[in-house]
């Protein structure tokens, strides 16, 4: 703080880390102040805070994100952040997919008495229940408690009735759904990277431009 003066530190480009900084400064010290009160006490509260306050140390990892070779790291975890807001819109449109055909599954499959004799009731009984089991079957982990396949066991007790709506709420899921994700999680990740590139490349102009003009008046 005392080489970049108050105003840099506290609202430069690099303010952020300053932030931070200072908040593990501020930890250390309240760290150490806690450990002299609470040292001859038995104050649970106070101790309990303590081991926070040490816990919090562990956020000094983050600072090797300021490391050169963590450029790539960097720019994951930037799309990771970037795209947040993606993942719950997804998620969204995800469970209300699920809603909808879990409220079918309930109202046919968990109704009917072949799902009782074949002892599938359990995972069709409820909405939440058959969106669980919906959510595995399009995942891959379509079994029962004994190993057994749910949707071939469905398909040889229901037939055509089953696998038709089977397959194509599938295709909607996986196919359609799962892709879809996929592909703006991508794009949102790429374009906050190419954003982070073009905000590096106009402070190393800033930067060139401020040397420059430092030289030409040096030279004067």
């Known amino acids: ?12 480009e690099e303010r952020f880390w300053n932030w931070f900084d200072v908040f593990l400064a501020i930890s250390g010290v309240t760290d150490v102040t806690l450990q002299i009160v609470t040292e001859d ?3 649970i509260f106070g101790a309990s805070l303590l081991r926070f306050c040490r816990l919090i140390r562990l956020a ?20 990771w952040i970037a795209g947040i807001r993606t993942l719950a819109l997804a998620f969204t449109l995800l469970f209300v997919v699920l809603y909808v055909i879990s409220g079918f599954a309930t109202m046919t499959i968990g109704s009917s008495q072949l799902t009782s004799e074949v002892g599938l009731q359990v995972y069709f009984d409820t909405i939440p229940a058959a969106m669980f089991t919906a959510f595995r079957c399009f995942t891959g982990e379509c079994v029962n408690d004994t190993g057994h396949s749910i949707t071939s066991i469905l398909g040889a007790e229901f037939g ?12 909607l899921v996986t196919m359609g759904i799962f892709n879809v994700i996929l592909a703006v999680y ?8 190419k954003e982070n590139e073009a905000v590096t490349a106009e402070q190393y102009a800033r930067e060139s431009i401020r040397i420059a003009r430092m030289t030409r008046e040096l030279l004067k």
């Open 60 to 79: 000094r990892i983050v600072k090797v994100f300021r490391l050169k070779f963590m450029k790539d790291l960097r720019l994951m975890v930037k799309g």
């Open 160 to 171: 055509v009735i089953f696998i038709l709506p089977f397959v194509a709420s599938y295709m």
């Open 41 to 43: 006490t038995s104050d």
């Open 1 to 12: 703080m005392h080489l970049l003066r108050c105003r840099v530190y506290w609202t430069g």
């Open 186 to 193: 991508v794009d949102i990740t790429m374009k906050a990277a």
